[in-house]
């Protein structure tokens, strides 16, 4: 494709030097600056690009996705966001270059991508235009409420320069994809689909096991604390006493945040009168036991747990501290409670409030107050209804990103 003069130009001005000697840069300068936070891993390398936190999620749960299909893959998310999501083994997470020439070549020399799938609206020329010019290809997802609409006749030039290098782009919606054709986005280009939501698709579990502690807990009526850190402790055992007034053989199972605190919130809470069973020793949920303490918070187990209990609360929402995806509990069916710190997991938290899939409460009163009144099945069931219906929406979208992504990723073996 021809270069407009526009488009040169505007590269022309990102050529400047770094302004900071590269070995002087700390943190996240680094990364800003082009430099890998992580050696490149050998083998295929799928580059997605995020903005908002919201948009970083997704492209985490499509990752997923796509390594369940191929185990051979590594991915790099890379976020324009203030703040980036922790690395795994196959997910490497950094900050995206700085939009100067310099910082992109730096950082394409040492990742080089063998795909880019871009999720964030905001364009960034010379990053974009760089990767095209090494034989990147790229797929554009969810391309909304675009931001080159306002810009000027010259910014709207290069916008549809950059935009007409994209292999595929998803549109959101009807009124997103006539932007694009007036950019001079080719018809063959476009595909209109909506967006691409974080979800979740349901945990595994251990069918036997559910099968056996299903039959022991039997018709009495339960809920889950997820996550729960020592500061909400008190909450939750304060619920379980407002909530046994309505159902007497309630039972709490609980899932403390902090690694190892099961054993002593055990001793504690059997020397305070409660009878207390533990996963950890395989002791079971008899008709006596009010609280059945779990160790484990992987997701083997808090899929078993999710499945157990029509009522979650999950932890950390009331005092600030880290919280769980509510999306593994909405698909696996249990009525969500949540408070209003929510952090990382935010905008997933507000989907589901929003469509009034979740109960949200502001204090230790309100908790007890929504944990009896969803011991209602109907309104448990209504409320998880919702958040299936919320946790699903985009299904299709990620299965079209997936079947794009791995089709171009096949022709390049």
């Given at each position: 494709m021809?270069?407009?003069?526009?488009?040169?130009l505007?590269?022309a001005?990102?050529?400047?030097?770094?302004?900071?000697?590269?070995?002087?840069?700390?943190?996240?300068?680094?990364?800003?600056?082009?430099?890998?936070?992580?050696?490149?891993?050998?083998g295929?390398?799928?580059?997605?690009?995020?903005?908002a936190?919201?948009?970083a999620?997704?492209?985490?749960?499509?990752?997923?996705?796509?390594?369940?299909?191929?185990?051979?893959?590594?991915?790099?998310?890379t976020?324009?966001?203030?703040?980036?999501?922790?690395s795994?083994?196959?997910?490497?997470c950094?900050?995206?270059?700085?939009?100067?020439?310099?910082?992109v070549?730096?950082?394409?020399?040492?990742w080089?991508p063998?795909?880019?799938?871009?999720?964030?609206?905001?364009?960034?020329?010379?990053?974009?235009?760089?990767?095209?010019?090494?034989g990147?290809?790229?797929?554009?997802?969810?391309a909304?409420?675009?931001?080159?609409?306002?810009?000027?006749?010259?910014?709207?030039?290069?916008?549809?320069d950059?935009?007409?290098?994209?292999?595929?782009?998803?549109?959101a919606?009807?009124?997103?994809?006539?932007?694009?054709?007036?950019?001079g986005?080719r018809?063959?280009?476009?595909?209109?689909?909506?967006?691409?939501?974080?979800?979740?698709?349901?945990?595994?579990?251990n069918?036997?096991?559910?099968?056996?502690?299903?039959q022991?807990?039997?018709?009495?009526?339960?809920?889950?604390?997820?996550?729960?850190?020592?500061?909400?402790?008190?909450?939750?055992?304060s619920?379980?006493?407002?909530?046994?007034?309505?159902?007497?053989?309630?039972?709490?199972?609980?899932v403390p945040?902090?690694?190892?605190?099961a054993?002593?919130?055990?001793?504690?809470?059997t020397?305070?009168?409660?009878k207390?069973?533990r996963?950890?020793?395989?002791?079971?949920?008899?008709?006596?036991?009010k609280?059945?303490?779990?160790?484990g918070?992987?997701?083997?187990?808090?899929?078993?747990?999710?499945?157990?209990?029509?009522?979650?609360?999950l932890?950390?929402?009331?005092?600030?501290?880290?919280?769980?995806?509510?999306?593994?509990?909405?698909?696996?069916?249990?009525?969500?409670?949540?408070g209003?710190?929510?952090?990382?997991?935010?905008?997933?938290?507000?989907?589901?409030?929003g469509?009034?899939a979740t109960r949200?409460i502001?204090?230790a009163k309100?908790?007890?107050?929504?944990?009896?009144?969803?011991?209602?099945?109907a309104?448990a069931a209504e409320?998880?209804?919702?958040?299936?219906?919320?946790?699903?929406?985009?299904a299709?979208?990620?299965?079209?990103?997936?079947d794009?992504?791995?089709?171009e990723?096949e022709?390049?073996?």
């Amino acid at each position: 494709m021809a270069q407009s003069l526009r488009l040169s130009l505007y590269l022309a001005t990102r050529g400047r030097a770094d302004r900071t000697p590269v070995h002087l840069l700390k943190g996240p300068d680094r990364e800003r600056c082009g430099l890998g936070a992580h050696d490149r891993p050998d083998g295929p390398l799928v580059w997605l690009h995020s903005g908002a936190d919201a948009e970083a999620l997704a492209a985490r749960e499509l990752a997923k996705r796509m390594l369940a299909e191929r185990e051979d893959l590594h991915f790099l998310l890379t976020t324009s966001a203030t703040e980036r999501l922790p690395s795994d083994d196959r997910i490497l997470c950094q900050y995206a270059p700085e939009e100067t020439q310099p910082s992109v070549r730096r950082f394409l020399d040492h990742w080089r991508p063998d795909l880019a799938l871009w999720t964030e609206p905001e364009l960034r020329p010379a990053l974009q235009m760089e990767a095209n010019a090494r034989g990147v290809p790229a797929i554009l997802v969810d391309a909304g409420t675009a931001p080159w609409d306002p810009l000027s006749v010259w910014s709207r030039g290069i916008a549809g320069d950059v935009l007409r290098i994209f292999r595929c782009i998803l549109a959101a919606d009807d009124t997103s994809a006539a932007q694009l054709r007036a950019l001079g986005v080719r018809e063959r280009q476009i595909r209109t689909t909506g967006y691409l939501r974080e979800g979740a698709p349901a945990l595994p579990v251990n069918q036997t096991e559910h099968d056996a502690l299903a039959q022991v807990i039997g018709g009495r009526p339960a809920w889950l604390a997820a996550w729960i850190p020592e500061e909400e402790r008190d909450a939750v055992l304060s619920a379980q006493t407002v909530a046994e007034l309505r159902a007497h053989r309630l039972l709490l199972i609980l899932v403390p945040s902090q690694p190892g605190a099961a054993d002593r919130w055990a001793q504690e809470l059997t020397a305070a009168g409660y009878k207390v069973a533990r996963r950890s020793k395989d002791e079971e949920p008899t008709a006596d036991v009010k609280i059945l303490i779990a160790d484990g918070s992987d997701d083997d187990e808090m899929s078993l747990w999710y499945r157990l209990a029509p009522v979650t609360y999950l932890g950390g929402s009331l005092s600030g501290k880290e919280v769980l995806n509510p999306f593994d509990a909405a698909a696996l069916g249990s009525a969500i409670i949540h408070g209003p710190r929510t952090r990382r997991h935010r905008g997933a938290y507000e989907r589901l409030n929003g469509a009034g899939a979740t109960r949200r409460i502001d204090d230790a009163k309100g908790l007890g107050d929504a944990v009896e009144a969803l011991l209602s099945p109907a309104r448990a069931a209504e409320l998880a209804r919702q958040a299936w219906e919320v946790t699903t929406e985009g299904a299709e979208v990620t299965d079209l990103v997936l079947d794009l992504a791995l089709s171009e990723l096949e022709g390049q073996r």
